[in-house]
Structures are given as C-alpha cells and as structure tokens.
C-alpha cells in the first residue's frame, strides 16, 4: 500500500500531465467529429462579451463598406419595386422564396475566423432570440454557414469555409445537385462535389442551394463556376465555384428558421420513440 | 515567493489579452498568424511548483480554445509543452541547469535562443498537426509550421526585450 503511494507521490507530475492531456486530446477528438456539439466554444458569456467589446471598435473601420452594401441592396429592392405597376393593389407578400418574413433573424457577426481548415463565426444574438442549432445563415449576397452551438445571448456558426460542413446545392438552370465542400485552401473558393456527368456545365453557370436539405431554403446564391475538373475513379464532376460573398468581410447576415424544422424534429422523435 | 506569483497571474491575463485582440486577427497571407501567448510557458520561473505550471498551461490554452473555437488543440500542445519544458532546458543550457539561475530576459545568448526556438517548434508542430487532423495535410502542416514559428518567435523576442524589467 506504501508502495502504491510512494508511486503516486513519486510520479504526481507525470500523472498529472498525461491526466490532463488525456481530457485535452479528448476535447480535439470530439471536436473533429461532426455530428456532435462542442463542449468549449465561443458561444458563452465570457469569449462572446469579449469578442462584443472588440467588435464595437472594429465596426467604425468597416462602416463605409458596410454602407455602400447596404445602398446597394437598397436600389435592388426599389427597381424591383418601382418595376410593378402599381404596388398599392398588390397583396403583400407572406412569403419570399417559401421564407415568412418572421422567420427571420437579423443579426450581427462579432467575430470571423478564415485562417485555419475549420473556421467557426460568432454572432450576437442567441437562444434568447429564438436561435437553434442547424439554423440557416445567410446575408444578401449568398450563404454563410450554419448555427453550431448556442448561449442565451451569442450563438457560433460553421462557416461554409470549414472542411466539415456538407451543404446540399444545385445548378441554378438544370436540377442537378451535388454536396459543397471545401478544401482548405482559399477563401474565396468552394467545391461542389458529386454533380453527374450528364449535366451540361460552363464557366459562369451560377449555383444555388438545393431543396434537398431542410436547412436552407431552395434558391439562394452561393456563387458562379470557375473551372470543371473530372474525377477520373468516378463519374463525377468536381467544380470549383467562386463565392458570391466574400467571407473574410462579413457585417450583418440573417438567421432563417426552416420552415418545415419542427415537422422534421417530430417525425424523427416519433421514429426514435419506437 | 508571492510578487513572483503576482508577476506571474499578470503575465498570463496580459499575454491572453494581446493574443485575443491583437496576434489572433494578424493573418499574413491569410493563414500565418503569431501565438506569443506561449511566452507564459517560455518564461515560466525554472525552479518553481512544475505542478502548478502544467496546470495554469491547461488553463491558458483551454481559454485560447475557447476564443479560436478550436476543441482542445492549444491545450494539448500547452501541456505537452509544459511537461517537456525541463528536458528543453537540459538540451539547451547543459545538465547543470538547475543550479545555475536562468534569466531568459538578458541579452540574447545563443542557448537562451535555441531555447526559444526548440520550445515555439514543439508547439506549433502538435497545434497544426492536432488542427489539420489528418496526414493529406502534411505539407500544409510543415509550412503553417514554419512560418508560424518565424513570426512567434521575433514577436516574443520583441515582447521580451520591449518589456524588460527595470534594472535598480
């Protein structure tokens, strides 16, 4: 009995160390798998009041972009307005692209990573708002990610720069569809896998989301074709698109509420309940 | 004993703070960034409690996680850094290195160096390969690697020699 605690005190330090090298290899293990949440992420009081602070004095550097964005949305929306021919007989809109306007949360990116192979978004509104995981996030150009993991106030977001996300997208004017990914390369650029041979592509073909997925509604812009390669194993097209958005400079973006979640969520529960 | 303590919690909200704020946002070329925060570690008294440095290291690089949304890859090169620091030591300085009184902030010396650089190396080789996750990467580890050593250690040097203590 001595011995054993002659060992231990002998080899407090080497014990320590693998004990607490064992629980941090076991937070990065977990944090490499996919369908799992993180259990220490940006989403809590203390990283996400923190990044608030910092982003408050940053916002002034980017307040001309952020303007001459907003101005630009601003005349899209009046030529598509005064393009009618007389708005006041028209019934208003319940939905755009199958989206109610209250399914839609404005919110703010307080802190945007790009440099590493998975880069998470922090956003300034959370639980408190109605923010869930696997909400959609995008702003007016085109996608940015999906909700991660929420706090009462903040929420993380896994950007479409980030090797894990899988996002369903198609060809804007046929229906072929295939898996976005990206290869950790460059910002600027994404990946659309598993798109048949038989779909005729050329350079400049927008590509949209699918409507396979219940996260993102059908139609919203991702980006354009750069170049078509062929997989020479399958019979696959892998084509590199260039983003609508640019990621490294991203101010306000809008959290969509899927439509169909709650049925989805049921179904599954009833399924598992069995 | 206890201003050492006091110099010590100092250094560790100081260094997270520059880290957060400022060296987090620096990416040259879109993927070189600096981690001087690791200069905690580095600078660390050599005859102190080894327990309570293994533990604070944990606790510095699960905050550093906690900001880059990373899982736990800055703890896990942390503690690995803070339990080979002694051998480090030994490789740099020679075996008698307890019993001389080591001031890393002094002149430059080439041991006090090839201290720096073995210990920023370490490192950064576990937090890339823990980053990437997988062996296609490798090239992209030994480059992020490399560079990202470059810049930690002439920011470190620069801190180092920029906040040197006042001689009485």
């Known amino acids: 009995m001595q011995q054993i605690f002659n060992f231990l005190i002998r080899n407090s330090n080497r014990l320590l160390f693998l004990l607490l090298l064992g629980i941090s290899l076991g937070l990065t293990i977990q944090s490499h798998s996919y369908h799992r949440s993180k259990i220490i992420s940006s989403a809590n009081f203390l990283s996400g009041g923190v990044y608030e602070k910092i982003n408050r004095v940053n916002e002034y550097m980017n307040l001309r972009a952020e303007n001459d964005e907003l101005v630009l949305e601003n005349a899209r929306l009046k030529s598509l307005l005064f393009n009618k021919e007389d708005t006041s007989k028209l019934p208003l809109p319940d939905t755009i692209k199958g989206v ?11 802190h945007n990573t790009y440099s590493t192979h998975e880069n998470f978004l922090t956003l300034n509104s959370g639980s408190n708002e109605g923010v869930k995981p696997d909400m959609g996030v995008i702003n007016s150009l085109g996608i940015v990610g999906i909700i ?102 991203l101010g306000h973006v809008y959290i969509i509420k899927s439509k169909d979640r709650e049925e989805l969520i049921n179904l599954e529960n009833k399924e598992k309940n069995e | 004993m206890n201003s050492a303590l006091l110099v010590n919690i100092f250094r560790f909200i100081m260094l997270l703070a520059i880290q957060i704020v400022i060296f987090n946002n620096m990416n040259f070329l879109g993927y070189i960034s600096p981690f001087p925060y690791i200069l905690y570690i580095i600078l660390y008294p050599v005859n102190s409690n080894k327990a309570g440095l293994i533990i604070s290291s944990f606790f ?105 203590p006042n001689k009485r």
């Open chain 1, 148 to 249: 991660d993991d929420t706090s009462p106030r903040y929420s993380t977001v896994v950007s479409i720069l980030n090797m894990k996300s899988r996002i369903n997208a198609k060809l804007k004017k046929s229906n072929h569809f295939g898996s976005l990914t990206w290869d950790g390369k460059s910002t600027g650029f994404v990946q659309l896998r598993d798109v048949p041979r038989l779909a005729s592509v050329k350079k400049g073909d927008t590509i949209v989301t699918g409507g396979q997925s219940v996260i993102f509604p059908e139609g919203i812009n991702i980006g354009t074709v750069e170049t078509i390669y062929k997989e020479t194993q399958t019979s696959f097209y892998v084509i590199k698109v260039k983003l609508f958005n640019d990621m490294t400079n």
């Open chain 1, 100 to 110: 109610k306007p209250a399914d839609i949360i404005v919110s703010k990116v307080i």
């Open chain 2, 60 to 164: 510095l690089g699960l905050i550093m996680d906690m900001f880059c949304n990373s899982g736990g890859i800055h703890a896990t090169a942390c503690v690995i850094l803070a339990y080979y620091r002694p051998y480090i030591f030994k490789f740099s300085f020679g075996l008698s290195y307890e019993y001389q009184t080591i001031k890393l902030n002094e002149s430059l010396t080439p041991e006090r160096f090839s201290f720096i650089l073995v210990s920023v190396l370490m490192h950064h080789i576990v937090l890339f390969v823990l980053e990437a996750f997988q062996f296609k990467f490798i090239w992209d580890i030994l480059l992020r690697t490399l560079f990202s050593s470059i810049f930690t250690i002439i920011t470190s040097i620069i801190i180092i020699y920029l906040i040197k």
